[in-house]
């Protein structure tokens, strides 16, 4: 995967000149779906779970490389 980050003007540009774009059954719409109260509880419950079990040596959502 490649990841830049988009001035707002160029992303417009992106979006416009996308042939996608152009369908007119395609909606564009934000991913915002953990801007939500109870996804940001669960975020916080979480990372507080996260915290305590590094303090107290018992880790959780270990991530294995």
């Not at 059954?25 to 779970?49: C, G, M, Q, R, W």
């Given at each position: 995967?490649?990841?830049?980050e988009?001035?707002?003007k160029?992303?417009r540009?992106?979006l416009?000149?996308?042939?996608l774009i152009?369908?007119?059954?395609v909606?564009?719409?934000?991913?915002?779906?953990?801007?939500?109260?109870?996804?940001?509880d669960?975020?916080?419950?979480t990372t507080?779970k996260?915290?305590?079990?590094l303090?107290?040596?018992?880790?959780?959502?270990v991530?294995?490389a």
């Amino acid at each position: 995967l490649i990841k830049e980050e988009f001035e707002p003007k160029q992303m417009r540009n992106i979006l416009e000149d996308s042939q996608l774009i152009k369908k007119p059954n395609v909606y564009v719409t934000p991913h915002t779906a953990f801007y939500t109260k109870e996804a940001e509880d669960s975020i916080l419950e979480t990372t507080v779970k996260n915290i305590q079990g590094l303090v107290s040596g018992n880790l959780e959502n270990v991530v294995k490389a």
